[in-house]
């Protein structure tokens, strides 16, 4: 029961005998990125083999399966559906059977036009198997009248817009492509003869893998019998939009992405937050897992002790069946158990990454007293969330904000907190490496970096399946 859910995650791996157990390595690192479906398609030379399914990569893949994906190459994905439907046929990565160009492809983040490509595309003939704007990639791609696959790549990047960070794989080419604002991370790793390319350097850690460098927004990696090769398909911008919140809640706090270590950054939102918002406390909790690098951050600037207060359940299924009486409830208590010990009788910072609609803020802090705390001072490590995002996560519709029905005076009432104290934009802001013009902000702020004109996830969705 994630809060916000994430978009996708990408791996491709070229030349190695090991493609498709290395890719399924990869996944299973990125699988925070998207648990509803997964897959893996290699190439052995001769054939595409590919294998897609429902649900999380180690319920999708077993060893047969991974065995029979031959190869030296292969890409991979796990998807949270942000556009169309989580049916079997939106999961990724798509393929084209052309025996011109056959082609694999998959996407992390969300185009903005996606309405009017598709209706120029079917205007023209297309016939679309998926409700998913990746497949518009596709179909812009075989479509082009340029002759290399380059050409046709590059003609179809320059007609999307929003935010994507592209897996592609060719006959004989594994590429990493981002968008020209930078909106989602993608990395490039080496391993001796062997090179990849992970939407986070998680993935890369796991296989022993050493990262390069990230691609860069409005860069295409060309990796193939030659090595690696870069193309910039945009002029170079002079403002990105690397999405702020990958550091405060969704990449892995051991990743490095838009060249910082996320628990670093994190470890600093926390300092800069104890700054803002200090409080008369005697320990300082963390909620598991986003919260608790922030928290170290707080403590240490606080000076007061971090406290392990909350235990995190890691292992429940997708499937699992709550009873129907207090549902909500019991889903907190399921994942998350608090220390009664630790907070007896405390004053406590509990710290977290953010407050969506407040539900399960509420239930949490009436658990704390419950277990006896005697007092409960909410620290948030960024800013009210009053926006949705268009570039690939899944916030709920903005009138469900809580910060867009209640000041934070009204919120801290609510939650039934002592106190609460929200990051400032500026001051989450710079904690980051980059200046403050490279990010985006836009659930915070409402100032989004590529114009939005359709807000609609299910635009593609004609028949729900
Ligand atoms: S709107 Fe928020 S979540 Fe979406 S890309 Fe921008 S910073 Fe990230």
Same mark, same amino acid.
């Given at each position: 029961?994630?809060?916000?859910?994430?978009?996708?995650?990408?791996?491709?791996?070229?030349?190695?005998?090991?493609?498709?157990?290395?890719?399924?390595?990869?996944?299973?690192?990125?699988?925070?990125?998207?648990?509803?479906?997964?897959?893996?398609?290699?190439?052995?030379?001769?054939?595409?083999? @590919?294998?897609?399914?429902?649900?999380?990569?180690?319920?999708?893949?077993?060893?047969?399966?991974?065995?029979?994906?031959?190869?030296?190459?292969?890409?991979?994905?796990?998807?949270?559906?942000?556009?169309?439907?989580?049916?079997?046929?939106?999961?990724?990565?798509?393929?084209?059977?052309?025996?011109?160009?056959?082609?694999?492809?998959?996407?992390?983040?969300?185009?903005?036009?996606?309405?009017?490509?598709?209706?120029?595309?079917?205007?023209?003939? @297309?016939?679309?198997?998926?409700?998913?704007?990746?497949?518009?990639?596709?179909?812009?791609?075989?479509?082009?009248?340029?002759?290399?696959?380059?050409?046709?790549?590059?003609?179809?990047?320059?007609?999307?817009?929003?935010?994507?960070?592209?897996?592609?794989?060719?006959?004989?080419?594994?590429?990493?492509?981002?968008?020209?604002?930078?909106?989602?991370?993608?990395?490039?790793?080496?391993?001796?003869?062997?090179?990849?390319?992970?939407?986070?350097?998680?993935?890369?850690?796991?296989?022993?893998?050493?990262?390069?460098?990230?691609?860069?927004?409005?860069?295409?990696?060309?990796?193939?019998?030659?090595?690696?090769?870069?193309?910039?398909?945009?002029?170079?911008?002079?403002?990105?939009?690397?999405?702020?919140?990958?550091?405060?809640?969704?990449?892995?706090?051991?990743?490095?992405?838009?060249?910082?270590?996320?628990?670093?950054?994190?470890?600093?939102?926390?300092?800069?937050?104890?700054?803002?918002?200090?409080?008369?406390?005697?320990?300082?909790?963390?909620?598991?897992?986003?919260?608790?690098?922030?928290?170290?951050?707080?403590?240490?600037?606080?000076?007061?002790?971090?406290?392990?207060?909350?235990?995190?359940?890691?292992?429940?299924?997708?499937?699992?069946?709550?009873?129907?009486?207090?549902?909500?409830?019991?889903?907190?208590?399921?994942?998350?158990?608090?220390?009664?010990?630790?907070?007896?009788?405390?004053?406590?910072?509990?710290?977290?990454?953010?407050?969506?609609?407040?539900?399960?803020?509420?239930?949490?802090?009436?658990?704390?007293?419950?277990?006896?705390?005697?007092?409960?001072?909410?620290?948030?490590?960024?800013?009210?969330?009053?926006?949705?995002?268009?570039?690939?996560?899944?916030?709920?519709?903005?009138?469900?904000?809580?910060?867009?029905?209640?000041?934070?005076?009204?919120?801290?009432?609510?939650?039934?907190?002592?106190?609460?104290?929200?990051?400032?934009?500026?001051?989450?802001?710079?904690?980051?490496?980059?200046?403050?013009?490279?990010?985006?902000?836009?659930?915070?702020?409402?100032?989004?970096?590529?114009?939005?004109?359709? @807000?609609?996830?299910?635009?593609?969705?004609?028949?729900?399946?």
């Amino acid at each position: 029961m994630r809060r916000i859910k994430e978009y996708c995650g990408l791996f491709g791996a070229y030349n190695t005998s090991d493609a498709s157990l290395l890719t399924f390595l990869g996944l299973y690192s990125l699988q925070h990125r998207g648990e509803e479906s997964c897959g893996i398609i290699s190439f052995d030379g001769t054939t595409f083999n @590919a294998h897609l399914g429902m649900g999380l990569v180690s319920e999708v893949f077993d060893a047969e399966q991974i065995a029979k994906l031959k190869g030296h190459q292969a890409i991979g994905h796990v998807r949270y559906s942000t556009t169309g439907s989580s049916a079997l046929r939106n999961a990724q990565p798509l393929f084209v059977d052309s025996n011109k160009l056959p082609l694999a492809l998959a996407h992390n983040g969300n185009l903005i036009n996606s309405k009017e490509l598709r209706e120029s595309l079917e205007g023209k003939g @297309a016939i679309f198997q998926t409700t998913s704007d990746s497949e518009l990639i596709l179909h812009l791609i075989m479509r082009s009248k340029e002759k290399s696959t380059e050409g046709k790549i590059i003609e179809a990047l320059k007609k999307i817009k929003g935010a994507f960070s592209l897996v592609l794989m060719t006959k004989d080419e594994v590429m990493g492509i981002r968008d020209p604002m930078g909106f989602r991370p993608l990395c490039i790793g080496k391993k001796d003869e062997s090179l990849f390319v992970a939407s986070e350097s998680c993935a890369l850690d796991l296989i022993g893998a050493q990262r390069i460098r990230e691609v860069e927004p409005g860069e295409i990696v060309i990796i193939n019998k030659n090595g690696l090769r870069s193309v910039k398909y945009t002029e170079p911008k002079k403002k990105y939009a690397f999405c702020a919140f990958e550091h405060v809640y969704f990449s892995r706090p051991d990743s490095m992405v838009f060249g910082e270590t996320v628990h670093l950054v994190r470890e600093k939102l926390g300092r800069q937050l104890a700054f803002e918002h200090p409080a008369k406390a005697d320990i300082v909790i963390g909620v598991p897992d986003s919260g608790t690098s922030a928290a170290l951050g707080f403590a240490r600037e606080s000076g007061l002790p971090f406290e392990v207060g909350i235990i995190r359940n890691h292992y429940i299924g997708r499937t699992f069946i709550q009873p129907q009486q207090e549902k909500r409830e019991f889903g907190v208590k399921l994942k998350f158990n608090i220390l009664k010990e630790v907070v007896k009788g405390k004053r406590i910072v509990v710290v977290d990454d953010s407050i969506v609609r407040g539900t399960t803020s509420r239930i949490r802090v009436r658990s704390f007293r419950d277990m006896g705390a005697k007092e409960v001072h909410l620290r948030i490590s960024c800013p009210p969330h009053r926006f949705g995002c268009f570039y690939g996560i899944d916030f709920p519709d903005p009138k469900k904000l809580i910060a867009n029905e209640k000041t934070t005076k009204e919120i801290e009432a609510y939650l039934g907190v002592d106190s609460l104290g929200y990051l400032s934009l500026e001051g989450m802001l710079k904690c980051f490496k980059h200046p403050a013009s490279s990010y985006c902000n836009a659930c915070w702020s409402g100032d989004y970096p590529v114009k939005i004109k359709c @807000a609609d996830k299910f635009v593609l969705e004609r028949v729900k399946k």
